[in-house]
């Protein structure tokens, strides 16, 4: 079974950094998608960025983010984090990790299991 638990979340100014981690487990290594979405209330759950099992190509990343986060995966700890930095306001919601089976492609909202989210909140 899958586990995701995410940390790192909070609250900073607008230009700000917050990294986020994901401690995964249950897992088999390079045959797993591992992806951050985001979801504020009232809007549907948004892929963020995703990196591709074992790490190999190019991380997908939302052009909203792009420049701005970044995505990586570190295999001797079972983690996965997310390093924004440049922070607006709109980035503004709750950040869940996520992890799928490769299946052609990870850049897809159709991920199996998940964490239970952290929240992150940039100021103006």
């Known amino acids: 079974q899958v586990q995701l638990v995410e940390s790192g979340g909070g609250s900073v100014q607008a230009g700000g950094s917050l990294r986020l981690s994901c401690a995964a487990s249950g897992y088999t290594y390079g045959m797993y998608c591992l992806g951050w979405f985001r979801q504020t209330p009232g809007k549907e759950r948004e892929l963020v960025a995703t990196?591709?099992?074992?790490?190999?190509?190019?991380?997908y990343y939302a052009d909203s983010v792009k420049g701005r986060f970044t995505i990586s995966q570190d295999n001797a700890k079972n983690t996965l984090s997310l390093q924004m930095n440049s922070l607006k306001p709109e980035d503004t919601a709750m950040y869940y990790c996520?992890?799928?089976?490769?299946?052609?492609?990870?850049?897809?909202?159709?991920?199996?299991?998940w964490g239970q989210g952290t929240q992150v909140t940039v100021s103006s």
């Open positions: 996520a992890a799928r089976v490769w299946s052609r492609s990870c850049a897809r909202s159709d991920y199996n299991y």
């Open positions: 990196i591709y099992p074992g790490g190999g190509g190019s991380p």
